[in-house]
């Protein structure tokens, strides 16, 4: 019985909640 | 109340329609609240916290990035038609706190706090490293540049005389020497061509607004002023604010919906804009 990690594929993009998208331009 | 019982808050996704619907209603307040200065658009959404509320409904806390517009508050274009101020114009940018209830899918503002900040020297520099600065508003330059521009302005006026009512923002440069401001103005019950002491001109009832973008550019010799003020329709006769001493000329940016507001009277309401007059 081999026993170890599953092979993990590339990570998906990130979805961060906050902050949100920036409209304009940060100063 | 029960250990962990209603103080889990709901998280959002900043960019989830119904926080963006939360941002909106919280933006729109804060214009049609705003006294002085200019409109503000919104830019990002910071943070949302969305927590439940006894017997019924949604407290939503909100923190919100916004920019300063080239409208000016007493502009009555609305605010989705106003261009945001640019970087090479020294840009402002709007740190709010928000708090709104929401019952029965509608928004209402219960606290609002926002404090406004020009863009760093430096980041101006970085994009443009020949663009005149913000100058201080009590600056002599400044103050000069728009008692001239408005004498300028009421020279060439065959109606009301018009009083100065807020320097909005000014910038110095250096070659040639000019200052660049923009101010309100406000028509009052004296004839431009005939007033002797200005002193003792009142504010029209109805009143009219104006806005104007002046430079007085110093020569050898003298100086040159060139303004352009845009007039707007005039604003309808209400009720005069309560006693509260709560009207002061220079509003508090911050807004507390339990609080008596101030002069309703000073607020935009029309949608029209006649001028530019000069």
């Known amino acids: ?27 | 109340a029960p250990p962990g019982l209603g103080l889990v808050y709901r998280e959002l996704n900043c960019d989830d329609p119904e926080t963006e619907e939360a941002a909106q209603v919280a933006m729109d307040y804060v214009n049609a609240h705003l006294l002085q200065g200019y409109k503000h658009i919104l830019n990002q959404i910071d943070k949302v916290k969305v927590w439940p509320r006894r017997p019924t409904g949604e407290l939503f806390e909100l923190e919100l990035d916004t920019l300063e517009t080239i409208c000016h508050v007493l502009d009555p274009t609305p605010v989705a038609n106003c261009t945001v101020r640019q970087l090479t114009e020294h840009a402002v940018e709007g740190d709010c706190d928000f708090r709104l209830l929401k019952l029965d899918g509608q928004f209402a503002v219960l606290f609002a706090n926002c404090d406004s900040s020009p863009d760093s020297a430096e980041d101006v520099r970085k994009v443009c490293p020949d663009c005149p600065l913000l100058a201080p508003l009590n600056d002599t330059r400044v103050v000069h540049a728009v008692e001239a521009a408005l004498a300028a302005f009421n020279a060439q006026s065959n109606g009301s005389y018009y009083q100065i009512v807020e320097v909005s923002r000014a910038q110095l440069a250096p070659l040639p020497p000019s200052t660049y401001v923009e101010f309100a103005v406000a028509a009052t019950d004296c004839v431009a061509k005939e007033v002797t002491d200005p002193a003792k001109c009142n504010l029209l009832a109805e009143k009219q607004y104006g806005f104007c973008k002046a430079t007085l550019t110093e020569k050898f010799g003298g100086e040159d002023v060139a303004v352009t003020c845009t007039v707007f329709q005039t604003q309808p006769v209400v009720p005069q604010p309560q006693p509260d001493g709560n009207n002061v000329a220079v509003p508090p940016l911050a807004v507390d919906p339990a609080a008596p507001q101030p002069a309703p009277a000073n607020l935009p309401a029309a949608v029209r804009v006649v001028g530019p007059l000069v």
């Not at chain 1, 990690?5 to 940060?26: D, E, N, W, Y």
């Open chain 1, 1 to 27: 019985v081999v026993v170890g990690l599953a092979p993990t594929g590339p990570a998906g993009p990130v979805v961060r909640p906050c902050p949100g998208r920036i409209r304009h331009f940060k100063i």
